[in-house]
């Protein structure tokens, strides 16, 4: 489990801000954990600022929900670089579905946690196909602090890392859940793949 390097009010002057990544496959607990982290903050009475892409309207229009229906406020944006703006005086930035945003979204952690924000991103780390998920490759490479969640596999119950899907589309991205992915191990993964 994650335990964060200081969650206590300091003096304003000595804020350090780092950058923090949670990745994994569909159904790893990312947002879960999203969501614990920004809650701890909220307890500590820091200042918090949730953000998830306008597209993502699965559960719900504003708030991030997990797949447990564990839910919190945030403010949907088109484009990354509204966080900056929108961000405002907080001390804490979380932002979730990372891989829907380009790679300005970098740019964007980046600059926030050199105004001293401590700055929290979950996402898939790879697509369907089992390939890396621009932009998370350079969020990993950015950031202080990275935790990779893991799913069970739905074929044979060991520890999963990758988003199988089970429609044909070939399109990068498509929203969906259950009805639409599946956590898969390593090897079931890439049998299910070499027989699609």
Do not use: W
Not at 22 to 49: D, H, P, W, Y
Not at 107 to 134: Q, S
Not at 171 to 196: H, I, M, N, P, W
């Amino acid at each position: 489990m994650f335990i964060e390097p200081s969650l206590g009010k300091s003096n304003p002057k000595d804020k350090k801000g780092h950058i923090e990544v949670i990745c994994g496959s569909m159904f790893s607990g990312k947002t879960e954990e999203l969501i614990r982290r920004l809650n701890r903050a909220l307890i500590a009475r820091q200042k918090v600022e949730i953000f998830k892409p306008s597209i993502d309207k699965r559960y719900h229009e504003f708030d991030v929900v997990s797949h447990n229906e564990t839910a919190i406020r945030s403010t949907p944006v088109q484009f990354a670089e509204d966080i900056i703006l929108l961000a405002g005086n907080c001390d804490v930035v979380g932002i979730d579905e990372v891989q829907f945003f380009d790679n300005r979204v970098v740019h964007v952690a980046t600059v926030l946690a050199n105004a001293g924000k401590r700055v929290i991103l979950a996402g898939l780390d790879m697509d369907f196909e089992g390939n890396p998920f621009e932009p998370m490759p350079q969020l990993l490479a950015v950031a202080e602090y990275v935790t990779k969640v893991h799913a069970i596999c739905m074929k044979c119950g060991d520890l999963a890392s990758y988003s199988f899907r089970l429609s044909e589309t070939r399109e990068k991205v498509v929203l969906g859940e259950k009805e639409s992915y599946e956590a898969r191990c390593r090897k079931c993964f890439f049998e299910d793949k070499s027989q699609k």
